[in-house]
């Protein structure tokens, strides 16, 4: 398996290198998915974590997204370059402190093909480059550098696929929501919060609910309207127009959709379940 070591370099310009509060711990939100495309939503979930992480033990220092790579086979995923910068253009407008890591996208196996990445591996690694190689976060006072703790940023809807075995592989939420945890912003206009937590009470002390508005937010409704000749209404304007600049969601794709995966299924396993148990 290759490493995309051309031209890439892990991100960290927005990344908070010291802690501003005492007895507080750093903490670095990395939201996964194919992000096709990103929404308002997708934005705003990392400022409301942010707001509620005030009132915890945690200080964000950092936030990540993490586009998944080419390789799923869904019509609706268009190319990761796209996808990128569409992600640039909602940081930009929507003024988020979040960065990009294409690590995922830029991944090939030794024929030059890009291959899936497994979500815990998309956390590992992020904890490795900030804490192993970056060395950490200096405390408030300046004497030391501590661990950050990384941990997931998920909306309650993908929370409620993950006691789905058919979907995520038991040992990979071990990782995910055992040892890293997760973020969970409230999706009531989809699903209860509670149904989707409740199957996942063993991992109670690692997961925080974040408080959320009433909203019905998401790609798949986007790129609906976009080929009903629509305008998406919940696409930052620059994302909107960049899409009808390259003509993407314009109609349905002609190839055939070879995954039968939802999108949720797309940002959830990484990797079909049967072949990484």
């Known amino acids: ?34 992000f096709s495309p990103p929404t308002s939503l997708h934005m705003s979930m990392f400022s409301v974590a942010e707001s509620y992480a005030h009132r915890t033990g945690f200080e964000l220092v950092g936030c990540y997204m993490s586009p998944c790579s080419d390789t799923y086979g869904k019509s609706s995923l268009v190319p990761a370059h796209h996808r990128i910068n569409m992600c640039r253009l909602a940081i930009e407008q929507t003024g988020s402190n979040a960065m990009i890591d294409d690590w995922e996208t830029l991944r090939r196996d030794e024929a030059g093909r890009p291959v899936y990445t497994r979500t815990a591996d998309v956390l590992k690694r992020l904890d490795e480059q900030l804490n192993d190689v970056l060395g950490g976060i200096q405390t408030a006072d300046g004497t030391a550098f501590v661990r950050a703790r990384v941990m997931l940023l998920i909306g309650a809807d993908l929370a409620l696929t993950m006691s789905d075995p058919k979907i995520w592989a038991p040992a990979d939420i071990d990782v995910l929501l055992g040892y890293y945890g997760a973020f969970v912003v409230e999706r009531p206009a989809l699903c209860s919060t509670q149904a989707a937590i409740q199957p996942l009470s063993k991992y109670h002390d690692n997961m925080m609910v974040v408080p959320s508005f009433q909203n019905d937010v998401s790609s798949t409704k986007a790129r609906a309207q976009i080929r009903n000749g629509q305008v998406a209404q919940d696409l930052p304007r620059s994302v909107y127009d960049y899409i009808k600049l390259h003509h993407l969601y314009q109609t ?4 055939a959709d070879k995954s039968n995966k939802t999108d949720l299924e797309m940002v959830s396993p990484r990797v079909p379940v049967a072949s990484h148990r």
């Open 1 to 34: 398996m290759s490493e995309p070591y051309h031209g890439y370099s892990f991100p960290h310009s927005r990344l908070k290198r010291r802690l501003t509060h005492a007895n507080k711990t750093p903490l670095v939100l990395v939201s996964c998915g194919s």
């Open 252 to 255: 349905v794709p002609p190839k």
